[in-house]
């Protein structure tokens, strides 16, 4: 399974920016779906994820701003990101859990500017 994820770029504080995340393969049957960040010196960290039954998971610095949905018709995953704040500045990571292994995209790099 390859992933390809979009929609990175340089936004203003308080801007907007959708994140997609396009899997080569089916995600209904995945264990889970979602999106990671890392930032300069930091570790990787969770985002939001989707769990197969529809629940999701936030992280705490994003709960209210971010919202995570799911295209099962177009194996797509994607993440709203509104009122980006300078500390969402990262590279935001795609990530795709099935019972045969764990996948990541490429990473697409988010820079919020104050």
């Known amino acids: 399974v390859q992933l390809q994820a979009f929609g990175g770029g340089l936004v203003q504080a308080g801007g907007f920016l959708r994140l997609s995340c396009a899997a080569s393969g089916s995600i209904f049957s995945s264990i889970a779906m979602g999106w990671y960040r890392q930032a300069p010196g930091k570790q990787r960290e969770l985002v939001a994820r989707?769990?197969?039954?529809?629940?999701?998971n936030y992280a705490d610095s994003v709960k209210g701003r971010f919202t995570i949905s799911r295209d099962n018709t177009k194996n797509t995953v994607y993440l709203q990101m509104n009122d980006l704040k300078p500390e969402d500045t990262a590279v935001y990571y795609c990530?795709?859990?099935?019972?045969?292994?764990?996948?990541w995209g490429q990473g697409t790099l988010v820079t919020v500017s104050s």
């Open positions: 990530n795709l859990v099935r019972p045969v292994g764990n996948y």
């Open positions: 989707i769990i197969s039954g529809g629940i999701t």
